[in-house]
């Protein structure tokens, strides 16, 4: 864990912390993002996501945010609400091809969180199996949702 990383972020240094985040791998910011924000309790650290989508769009930076909003930072109000325009951002720079950001907006439906309707939740489900055949998770929505016809 980058200590400096956490002392940037927590007194609002946005611009060293940014610095910082260029060096590291998305996979690792997204590690120590998750751990600064569940260690920390603070919105700081997703302040501090939202200043890099706006420099940096990127759908993996709209899923770092949807992760942080669904984990660490979920016992906020309106966490939820906020994830899942990040999942939909990410599909839309996706284009509908990278399963992740399908599977995040999906999961809002499936936790019953009422942020999707059926309808978008079987469009969901059928554009992952467009790219997965096999997912176990888009089978059962379309399962779930078949019977209720």
């Known amino acids: 864990m980058n200590s400096d990383l956490?002392?940037?972020?927590?007194?609002?240094?946005?611009?060293?912390?940014?610095?910082?985040?260029?060096?590291i791998s998305y996979d690792e910011l997204e590690k120590q993002m998750l751990y600064l924000a569940y260690e920390n309790e603070s919105i700081a650290i997703?302040?501090?996501?939202?200043?890099?989508?706006?420099e940096l769009e990127s759908w993996k930076l709209h899923g770092i945010a949807y992760k942080l909003l669904t984990s660490s930072l979920s016992f906020m109000e309106g966490?939820?609400?906020?994830?899942?325009?990040h999942a939909r951002k990410a599909i839309e720079i996706t284009s509908y091809q990278e399963i992740g950001p399908l599977e995040d907006l999906l999961f809002l439906y499936t936790e019953s969180l009422e942020l999707i309707s059926q309808p978008e939740a079987l469009r969901l489900a059928k554009d992952i199996l467009k790219?997965?055949?096999?997912?176990?998770?888009?089978?059962?929505?379309?399962?779930?949702?078949?019977n209720r016809k």
Request: glycine share 4%; net charge negative; proline share 0%.
């Open 79 to 85: 966490a939820y609400i906020s994830a899942a325009y």
């Open 6 to 23: 956490e002392e940037y972020l927590m007194n609002g240094d946005f611009e060293q912390a940014f610095h910082i985040a260029q060096t």
């Open 131 to 146: 790219l997965d055949e096999h997912h176990k998770l888009a089978k059962q929505v379309i399962g779930k949702l078949s």
């Open 46 to 54: 997703y302040t501090f996501i939202n200043s890099l989508l706006i």
